[in-house]
């Protein structure tokens, strides 16, 4: 399966933007064998993940209500990154940010995703 690598996360100052990537290592999201939903999720310490944003294989997006207005998610034509964009960045929003695929639609739901990356920190200084 595509090898998922994040990059993009760091410190930023209440207010602020960071702008994430998850790139498809060696592969593109379009060549698998099914067509794959991206998403986000985010995990801060003693939470559970949660569903941020994800854009599904026909290009449709979802979003969580407490980024709506703030966060966008988008995928580069090749089809090999997929970026979440964070503007106006609240302490709140401070969390490990991950990617993960699954077929064809999104879920919120993060033990429906067989494909995780790494992960990146996010901290919002207040």
């Known amino acids: 399966q595509v090898q998922l690598v994040e990059s993009g996360g760091g410190l930023v100052q209440s207010g602020g933007s960071l702008r994430l990537a998850c790139a498809a290592s060696?592969?593109?999201?379009?060549?698998?064998?099914?067509?794959?939903?991206v998403a986000w999720f985010r995990q801060a310490p003693g939470m559970e993940r949660e569903f941020v944003a994800g854009?599904?294989?026909?290009?449709?997006?979802r979003y969580a209500d407490s980024v709506k207005g703030r966060f966008t998610t988008s995928r580069d034509s090749a089809k090999t990154t997929v970026y979440l964009q964070m503007n106006s960045l609240k302490p709140e929003d401070t969390a490990v940010y991950y990617c993960a695929t699954r077929p064809v639609v999104l879920s919120t739901t993060p033990g429906l995703y067989n494909n995780w990356g790494q992960g990146t920190q996010v901290t919002v200084s207040s």
């Open positions: 060696g592969r593109t999201f379009s060549t698998t064998a099914v067509p794959t939903a």
């Open positions: 854009i599904n294989w026909n290009g449709d997006t």
